[in-house]
Structure formats: structure tokens, C-alpha cells
């Protein structure tokens, strides 16, 4: 699989993957892959559904381990890391989920305080609390706190899962299609990049549809039916 | 001949799943508040069911069996008979397989529904070692609190017997309880209480296998809580085999 891959800006690449491979069975999926997301980048990797896009993104946060090649993120080789240090790499990577990937059993406030108390992240219950409702109001939800993840509206959710990845801070931020929820407040879609005004980030997406790509400052096409 | 295989195949993904219980547990930074919770969510959610049914079983069986025992003029060692089957071998057995169908089936859909909708990815992500948060926790809750609910089981089921033995005739509370505790020896309690720790353990840990390897889709999520209660009853069954044997070898019969 061939990819393209304009360098803007050779300083201080937050991402950098040198010929990924993986394949599930005799299925390549990533064969080659090659890519430099640099700070403050806004990037978006556009394929067809089933190109290996997900595939890519759980790559870069070590839940999938690629037959081969490097993956650095923030200077550190995620595919050939200890798993504490790999816990303090993803202390600092937001990463929003296809399926937003809330916990059902949690409040809305239990779910953003997740992060914070999994990462050891020191702080009193006033500054763990005014980070939650800080992240909450990014997003527009601060009244959603108290309310279980089944009582909010799909493009709540979303929003929610968004705010979830604000709270461990200042690293890069992968995730999926945002989709195709309005809810109130206006479209999800925008949120990111309204985000990415108000808190500068390092952003990389994965999508389908070409339009949405192109709000990404940087686009880097998939070719074929995976990869 | 690939039944066969991915019985095989099955049968030794499940015991490396529980070695990785065992292996998991010593480790630092134990989730002792999760435990705690799972205790009173796994002990709360089956109460009610294990309390009503062991009540049941406990009339049931005496009415049962008391004009077997008339008609052979030994109806005075009714309260001992019951009670010596309902702590040996009814009250593990029938609490066992209730909590099979009631707290592995709610693991086993937890987890599955957890792992279709990516909740334990977010897990991973967070920091969490999920199979330290979702899976030890919940095996160590079951394997505790089973003996405990078929200790309160027993008493229930005898009361139940109370009930029952005064519906025809007519016996005293204290009279009841010395019948009952004069026959009843050590070796009637203590290896049916040790059993069910493996009962429970049995039964958290086929759940949480069931619910942790559910695929993709919401079909397996019904499919790996069904799965967790045939599993998990058919080997309550078949540690109690091997049980009654071991305890047989070891004069405890």
C-alpha cells in the first residue's frame, strides 16, 4: 500500500510511523504504512470503510501490536515499550472512540474522573472536580453530570466521550469519524475544531467521507480495499 | 473429530485464563474498592432468589420425605436427614447453580457488552489493566461470596424445614435444633463450605471468560451469557463429582 505523506514541518513530530505492517491472518491490512504528524497539527486520514484506518489509530495507542515497524509517539516506540511506561504515554493521548465507548455502570462525572484516577494523576476532589466540569462545558453538557450515560442522546454521548478525552491533557489526540449526531448546541463535527482554537492540540483522524477530511489541515489517503 | 478439537481448544483457553486469575491477583495495586463492590453487588443481586429458593426446598423435601420416614417409625430423625442432605449436598449444589444462573449470566453479559462496545479498550487506555479491574475482581467476589450465601442458604432452607415439620405434626424450636446439631459432625459441614469456594470460583471465572472474549456484535454478547451458565452449571456438577470422590478417599464421607 502506497500512502502519500507531505511533510509540513519537520520540527518536533508528535507521531511517527516508519513501514507498519500487520495482517490478520493472510489479510494485510497495514503493509508499509508510513507517517509524521508534527505538533500542533491538525491531520486526516481518509479511507473507505475497511481500509485499516481503526486498525492504524489502535496502533498508535498500543492496543494493537503491528507485526512490524516503529511507532513513536511523543519520542517513545509504542511497539517495543514496557507497559508502565506505555500507561505514561496514554496519559497523555486523548482518544475518542468510534463507538464512544462510555462506562454504562458510571455516571457522566465518574466517567471523565476515570482517567484522572487510573493515570494516578494527583489532585484533590476540588481540582479533580473543576477539571471535570471544565471538560464538561467545552463541550457545552456541564448539566449532563450527575446523569447516567443511557439517559443522555447519541450525539450527547459522543460529546461526552470528547470530554473524556480532554481531562489527560497536552497530547496528541486520535480518533474516529466524530459521525453524524447534531445533537443541541450545534453539529458534533465542529466541536473538535472549535477545540482546537481554544486549546491548541495535535490531532489526527481517521474518516470515510472526503468532505470531512478536507476540514483537516492535512489530509493522507488509504489506497485499496485495506491498508 | 473438530468437536473434539475445539473442545480441546476451549478447554485449555479456559484454564489459561483462570492461571492468569491466579497470576493476576498477587500482583501490587490490588482494586480492593472494586472488590468490595462487587462483593455487595454479587451477594445483593442473589440473595433474594438463593434465600427464596433454599426457603422452598427446605419444606419441599420435608414434606417429602416425612411419610417415607412414618412408615418406617423414624420420623424423630427428620429434622437430622434434612438437614444433613441440605448441607451436604442440596444447599451447595441447588445455591451453586442458581448463582450460575443469575451472577455468571450477568458477568458473562457485562463484560461481553463492555468488550463489543469497546468499553474495555477505553479501559487500556485509561491506565487500567482491565483484566486486574473487571476480571480478578470479579472472580475473587464470587469465589468469596458463594460460601457465605450457601452458609445463609442452609439456615433458610432449615427453617424452611421448621415450617414444613409443623404443617403435620408438632416440634419445638429447641427440640428442632438439638435434633438437628446432635448427629451433625464436622465432616458434614466443612468439605461441602470448602467445595463451594471452587463452586464460586467456577462460576466468576467462566463468566468473566465468556464475557472477556465475546466478538464483535451484540449477538455474542446474549450468546457468552448463555455460554457462561451451561458452562459454569455443567462444571459445578462435575466438581462436585470430583469432590464427593476426594472426601470419600480421604474418610470424610
Known sequence: ???????????????????????????????????????????????????????????????????????????????????????????????????????????????????????????????????????????????????????????????????????????????????????????????????????????????????????????VPRHGDRG | MSNIRSFATETGELSRFAARVFAETPKPGFEWRELLRQCYLVGNRSLPLVGSTAFIMGMVLTIQLRPALLSYGVESELPYIVADAIIREIGPVITGLIFAGKVGSGIGAELGSMQVTEQIDAMEVSGTNPFRYLVVTRVMATTLMLPLLVVVADAISLTGCFIGLNIRSVTSLPLFIDDIFRYLEFRDVFPPLVKTFFFGFCVGTV???????????????????????????????????????????????
Open chain 1, 1 to 219: 500500500m502506497k500512502v502519500r505523506d507531505k511533510t509540513y514541518d519537520l520540527n518536533e513530530p508528535v507521531i511517527r510511523i516508519r513501514d507498519l505492517h500487520l495482517a490478520f491472518g493472510t489479510h494485510k491490512v497495514l503493509d508499509g504504512f508510513d507517517l509524521t504528524l508534527h505538533k500542533r497539527e491538525d491531520l486526516a486520514v481518509l479511507g473507505k470503510s475497511g481500509s485499516g484506518k481503526s486498525v492504524l489509530i489502535k496502533c498508535i495507542i498500543g492496543l494493537l501490536q503491528p507485526d512490524s515497524g516503529s511507532i513513536e509517539v511523543l519520542g517513545n516506540d509504542v511497539s517495543d515499550i514496557e507497559h508502565h511506561a506505555l500507561d505514561q504515554v496514554r496519559a497523555r493521548v486523548g482518544f475518542l472512540f468510534q463507538s464512544n465507548a462510555l462506562y454504562d455502570s458510571m455516571t457522566v462525572r465518574e466517567n471523565l474522573e476515570f482517567p484522572l484516577r487510573r493515570h494516578w494523576i494527583q489532585l484533590t476532589p476540588e481540582e479533580s472536580e473543576a477539571m471535570v466540569m471544565e471538560a464538561l462545558g467545552n463541550v457545552g453538557l456541564a448539566e449532563t453530570v450527575d446523569l447516567m450515560p443511557s439517559e443522555l442522546s447519541g450525539g450527547m454521548r459522543k460529546r461526552i466521550a470528547l470530554a473524556r478525552t480532554l481531562i489527560p491533557d497536552h497530547g496528541p489526540r486520535p480518533h474516529h469519524e466524530p459521525g453524524d449526531q447534531r445533537p443541541h448546541g450545534g453539529d458534533i463535527r465542529e466541536v473538535p475544531h472549535q477545540l482546537h482554537h481554544h486549546i491548541p492540540r495535535h490531532e489526527m483522524r481517521g474518516t470515510n467521507l472526503r468532505k470531512r477530511g478536507r476540514a483537516a489541515q492535512r489530509q
Open chain 2, 207 to 253: 463468566g468473566c471468560y465468556k464475557g472477556y472474549n465475546a466478538t464483535k456484535g451484540t449477538e455474542s454478547v446474549g450468546k457468552s451469557a448463555n455460554e457462561a451458565v451451561v458452562v459454569a452449571s455443567m462444571l459445578i456438577f462435575l466438581l462436585d463429582l470430583v469432590a464427593v470422590q476426594v472426601t470419600d478417599l480421604l474418610g470424610l464421607n
